[in-house]
């Protein structure tokens, strides 16, 4: 990271024109920066990254004090926050959860669960509802009743330490009150603000020139990474509790009684809430907070339902990244009109040509938007979308903002229907259509700058190689200057120094000659001026963090190669299955040919089917592929087999087959709850089989588990192996 002291030395050659001209440059890039990160909560560069603009800007003016202008970035306490925050681990994964849009989704819900558990007709199971509010999530680690720790979700596995700003937060206590609390207990809840508090907050920013937050969101959000716990105190950041992670005793029998012991430790708790029995009672619910939405003093966007018993719960633990026993319900989506200016077409790293569509800034929902996504030329025809149409738009929660229709109304005279290109418009060659599909492709492969700097781009991203200062600009420089053409490359950087600062270089002289082009328009002469020594900080922090990004593990490494269909849930299971990259390499070559083991392996991991399967042994099937990985290894990349998950289970890595009908516990909840010990559950025996559990009538797979020799087990001694 610049340090303020290298931002002073390295401002001490310029002349006065040159700061000036830079200051302007500068601060044009910071208030673009400060507007999509508080207006439209998307962040066009890291928070490092604004951190050494602000320092370059700030040691200008220490040198020049005359260039300060009452506008400058520099001026604004609620800048984005500054990296610096230590990250920490979950002991316990912070996941999300399900959405449900429709009465019919809330239905399937409940009867899902109640199919999960095998419940009789007559059956019925609480649930308990609670309203959602749109904040940030934090977990707070309480030892012996004290605070010890605070942390933002993150990416679910590991957060960032926010404990000094969360001390500051009124409804945290610092000590829980009673004296009944376990050793250590995680208390989970959502950071948000309240719409009042909020709106006069914004309206003292804009007395005082600051920029404003679009929505109570990014106000909470912003508020709490703050690198200066002061600031945090000063702003009117609220916390409620509704589940927990970690902890040394048993919280309680309901999820009810857990909240209830949650107040009486001096925890705020999301009310109204009410305990229901069916889906009907969940939807009345629903309706009756939606009607009293614009009462309540906070904003939500839903309202979440979770089955009250704990035990159940249990039961029904995960799938993916979400419980089955809760889910979302969220409100409709926010709705505005706008106009297309233009339609432009982007080319994604599988050579996909997506359309956007760019659009007349608007406000949905407390954010601007500007783009919306069309999908494909499908989409754009059956909705007959055009350039200078004014449409509707819609926005729900993170969901990228897509056009819901046409206001035909008001349809120009001259419009014409979108004719979608048959040419890539980055490398010209043909994009196809294949048989089937509603992409359009680009063929260019390897020669399409576009896939190439998206797949590096992937490769480089936060759920990949995750490689901290190789941003777009640094990809594009690097790609168009012959540097990097496949990922191997990136890890060959070191080797090419010079020529990186030489690009470097080059590329901030042109931004000076643009700067100078700028000021001549402008009317004004720029005096000829000594030059700095150029100053590679940026230069050496990227190359470290390359260097330090070569054992990441194995599943970024799979995620980050790109393979269609494989994201990063599917890249978690295959390092999980496969457990090092010659294995994974290994099996997924003997995959190709389908009569293998290998194959029939691959499509029995829960969450891995026949679509995902062919494109991976399509990947590995293609030379080119299996070039880049070998380049990667040559270049000292070696990825690290995750750590495994409950490995203390007996039964964690054994191959486990079900059958007959089981008396505890329907199928599905004995596959999940095997799984989440570590077991692979199978669907037929073969001597690989290390189990086979057999309830009643148990036929053709008994008697083949016994030709086998393989252990047979009854429901009970299941039970008793796993401890349940
Ligand atoms: S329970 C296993 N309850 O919504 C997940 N979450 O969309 C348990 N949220 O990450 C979460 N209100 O930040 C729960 N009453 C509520 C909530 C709530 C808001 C947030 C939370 C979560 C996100 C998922």
């Given at each position: ?264 430790w001096g925890l705020p708790l999301n009310q109204p809430t009410a305990n229901v029995g069916d889906a009907e009672g969940l939807i009345a619910f629903y309706n009756a907070i939606q009607g009293k939405r614009p009462d309540l003093p906070f904003d939500i966007d839903g309202v979440v339902y979770k089955v009250d018993r704990l035990d159940l719960q249990d039961r ?157 600009e640094n990809i594009k420089l690097f790609y168009e200057g012959g540097l990097i053409k496949s990922p191997a490359d990136i890890f060959r950087l070191k080797e090419h120094e010079d020529e990186v600062k030489r690009l470097v270089v080059q590329r901030r002289e042109q931004q000076s000659v643009a700067r100078q082009a700028a000021k001549a328009e402008a009317g ?201």
């Amino acid at each position: 990271m610049t340090t303020r002291e290298d931002a002073a030395a390295a401002v001490a050659a310029l002349s006065f024109a040159e700061a000036e001209a830079e200051i302007a440059a500068l601060s044009a890039r910071m208030r673009e920066a400060d507007t999509a990160y508080y207006q439209q909560d998307a962040p066009i560069i890291s928070d490092a990254d604004f951190d050494s603009l602000r320092l370059r800007v700030e040691a200008i003016i220490a040198r020049f004090p005359e260039l300060e202008r009452d506008d400058s970035p520099t001026k604004k306490v609620g800048a984005a926050p500054s990296q610096g925050f230590r990250k920490v681990r979950h002991a316990v994964p912070m996941l999300s959860l399900g959405n449900a849009f429709s009465a019919e989704d809330v239905t399937d819900f409940v009867d899902r669960i109640r199919r999960f558990l095998g419940l009789n007709a007559d059956a019925t199971v609480a649930f308990v509802a609670e309203p959602k509010i749109d904040g940030l999530s934090c977990a707070l680690t309480y030892e012996k009743g004290e605070l010890t720790l605070a942390a933002t979700r993150g990416d679910g596995e590991e957060g960032e330490d926010v404990t000094a700003n969360a001390r500051q937060v009124g409804d945290i206590p610092n000590k829980l009150q009673g004296s009944d609390w376990p050793d250590i207990v995680e208390i989970r809840g959502e950071i948000y603000m309240e719409r009042a508090a909020f709106a006069a907050m914004n309206a003292k920013r804009e007395a005082a020139g600051l920029p404003l937050f679009a929505n109570p969101r990014n106000a909470a959000a912003g508020s709490l990474r703050q690198l200066d716990a002061r600031i945090t105190a000063e702003r009117p950041v609220r916390f409620f509790a509704y589940t927990w992670g970690r902890h040394s005793e048993k919280l309680g029998d309901t999820q009810t009684a857990v909240r209830q012991q949650f107040a009486k430790w001096g925890l705020p708790l999301n009310q109204p809430t009410a305990n229901v029995g069916d889906a009907e009672g969940l939807i009345a619910f629903y309706n009756a907070i939606q009607g009293k939405r614009p009462d309540l003093p906070f904003d939500i966007d839903g309202v979440v339902y979770k089955v009250d018993r704990l035990d159940l719960q249990d039961r029904l633990g995960f799938v993916s990244r979400a419980p089955r026993w809760a889910i979302a319900h969220k409100f409709p989506a926010e709705q505005a009109r706008t106009t297309v200016e233009k339609i432009e077409i982007q080319v994604g790293r599988t050579g996909a040509l997506t359309p956007v569509a760019r659009l007349t800034p608007v406000t949905v929902g407390g954010v601007v938007v500007s783009n919306a996504t069309l999908h494909n030329e499908d989409e754009i025809r059956r909705k007959d979308i055009r350039v200078g149409d004014t449409v509707v738009i819609q926005r729900a929660g993170d969901v990228i903002p897509q056009v819901v229709s046409v206001a035909l109304e008001k349809r120009p005279a001259d419009s014409a229907p979108y004719v979608f290109p048959d040419k890539c418009p980055i490398c010209g060659s043909n994009a196809v259509r294949d048989e089937g599909e509603v992409v359009r492709r680009c063929t260019g492969g390897l020669i399409c700058a576009a896939q190439a700097t998206e797949r590096l781009r992937h490769f480089v991203s936060r759920g990949a190689f995750d490689i901290e200062g190789m941003g777009d600009e640094n990809i594009k420089l690097f790609y168009e200057g012959g540097l990097i053409k496949s990922p191997a490359d990136i890890f060959r950087l070191k080797e090419h120094e010079d020529e990186v600062k030489r690009l470097v270089v080059q590329r901030r002289e042109q931004q000076s000659v643009a700067r100078q082009a700028a000021k001549a328009e402008a009317g004004k002469v720029a005096k000829a001026t000594k030059k700095a020594p150029p100053e590679f900080k940026d230069v050496a922090n990227l190359l470290a963090a390359i260097d330090s990004r070569r054992n990441v593990g194995l599943d970024r490494f799979i995620y980050g190669l790109g393979m269609r269909h494989v994201g990063e849930t599917t890249g978690r299971l295959l390092a999980r299955s496969y457990g090092t990259l010659d294995h994974f390499i290994e099996e997924m070559e003997k995959a190709a040919h389908r009569e293998t083991h290998a194959w029939a392996e691959l499509l029995s991991i829960d969450g891995i089917g026949t679509v995902v399967a062919e494109a991976i042994t399509d990947f590995f099937g293609e030379e080119h592929n299996r070039a880049v990985i070998d380049a990667l290894k040559a270049a000292g990349v070696d990825p690290q087999p995750l750590e495994r998950q409950e490995t203390d289970s007996p039964v964690a890595g054994k191959t486990v087959v079900f059958t007959g009908s089981l008396e505890t516990m329907t199928r599905p909840e004995a596959k999940a709850r095997a799984e989440s010990l570590g077991a692979k559950v199978a669907g037929s025996v073969s001597k690989k089989t290390d189990f086979v559990v057999a309830g009643e009538d148990s036929g053709s797979k008994l008697k083949a588990a016994r030709e086998l020799g393989v252990t047979v087990l009854t429901e009970a001694e299941w039970l008793e192996l796993i401890q349940a």
